[in-house]
């Protein structure tokens, strides 16, 4: 049974408390590539998932603030989990904004009862990143459209109830197809082998001409034609995720100097945690982590002003916002896991400990969408007003 979750509080609530049960075996989880199966369960049955469903349809339609909160939350205890339904939220804000009320209808009536969405967004060997070569094409015999292409970092697809495919239609523009995960043609392999993040599944799903019904494919492209919030929110989850990992890995680091550390002899303090040159490190590390954190906040807030008053001002506004806390968090994650070793000494390498996956995940994850470029368009926003482009990533 699903609970449906009725407030942004309880959302908050429901999270900080799977963050605690999760963060609990992440460390072997992670050793062992255990794949999260049982706690994405536990994940669909708590009603997060179902958060921003409208009200209208049965949710709590909780703003960006609260969902990018709800995400650094879960990622402070694991970032594999917090990652999988990243594209999940994403995709749901796809139908919001461009699905009729007969698809919203459906669509929100799957997730509410426990639906996961994952995605087949990205490809390889393209010329970029937005160079998409799977077609969507119209069946010469009539009825069901045809799919056909290869993803790659199809993050959340293994576990997915629906795969909401990226592809190109026979008019040469971008459309969504939601593809139920049993679907005749449709292959998901396991082959996701990175060096953090293991436990996202982000492998390769193959299209074998699987057939879509009309009524599950949204204009994707529509989405792009005026002011959109689709790229801020987006990338303001995968920042909620660098920032969680930041407190996780600085969480981690205090515990092991409290209870696992000596203190350094010259300090003459009896324990590590009265060392005064760690007190003074792990003061700087929360300041930096509690900017982080205050960056991802506000721009969930630009965001939502976004979402409340579309207009090309205000989307520009929410996707600089998104960039700096993106930009910061980037960096900050990095430090933090470093950190984490710095404070901790030798002991902390030990393989056996698993300290080292904090450093896997943020290494892996920041590598995600290059921040120098979301540094250009803040700049170029700074010094000439110049409104960030209208695409997915900023």
Do not use: C
Not at 240 to 251: H, N, Q, S, T
Not at 321 to 342: C, M, Q, R, S, W
Not at 344 to 352: E, K, P, Y
């Amino acid at each position: 049974m699903t609970h449906v979750i009725g407030s942004a509080v309880e959302a908050l609530t429901v999270a900080a408390e799977l963050s605690e049960r999760f963060a609990r075996d992440a460390a072997e989880r992670d050793a062992s590539r255990r794949l999260p199966r049982e706690e994405l369960d536990q994940l669909s049955a708590s009603g997060l998932l179902a958060v921003t469903v409208p009200t209208q349809y049965g949710g709590a339609d909780v703003g960006a603030q609260t969902v990018a909160e709800v995400v650094r939350l879960l990622a402070t205890g694991d970032p594999n989990i917090a990652q999988i339904p990243q594209s999940h939220f994403v995709y749901i804000n796809v139908l919001k904004q461009q699905g009729t009320p007969e698809q919203q209808a459906f669509f929100f009536g799957e997730i509410l009862r426990g639906g996961r969405f994952g995605n087949a967004q990205s490809e390889a060997g393209t010329k970029h990143v937005q160079d998409y070569r799977t077609r969507l094409r119209a069946d010469p015999e009539g009825g069901d459209l045809v799919l056909t292409g290869e993803k790659h970092y199809s993050t959340g697809a293994l576990f997915a109830h629906w795969i909401p495919v990226l592809a190109v239609g026979d008019d040469e523009k971008l459309h969504v197809a939601y593809v139920p995960a049993d679907a005749d043609g449709l292959e998901v392999v396991d082959d996701w082998a990175g060096m953090g993040q293991r436990l996202t599944a982000s492998g390769t799903v193959r299209l074998n001409d699987v057939r879509v019904p009309a009524r599950h494919v949204v204009p994707h492209h529509l989405t792009f034609t005026g002011p959109q919030v689709h790229g801020s929110y987006a990338q303001l989850l995968h920042a909620a995720i660098d920032v969680g990992i930041a407190g996780g890995a600085l969480r981690e680091a205090a515990d092991f100097v409290r209870t696992k550390s000596r203190p350094w002899f010259e300090s003459g303090a009896a324990t590590a945690a009265e060392d005064p040159l760690l007190i003074q490190r792990f003061g700087e590390l929360t300041i930096r982590l509690r900017a982080a954190e205050a960056l991802l906040a506000e721009a969930g807030r630009a965001v939502d002003a976004a979402r409340a008053e579309l207009t090309d001002d205000n989307a520009a506004a929410a996707s600089v916002a998104v960039a700096v806390a993106k930009a910061h968090a980037d960096g900050t994650a990095i430090e933090l896991v470093n950190a984490l070793f710095e404070v901790s000494g030798t002991r902390s390498a030990l393989d056996r400990l698993n300290l080292h996956r904090h450093w896997r995940n943020a290494r892996t994850h920041t590598l995600h969408d290059p921040v120098r470029w979301k540094v250009q368009h803040i700049g170029r926003h700074t010094l000439n007003g110049t409104h960030p482009p209208r695409h997915g990533v900023i």
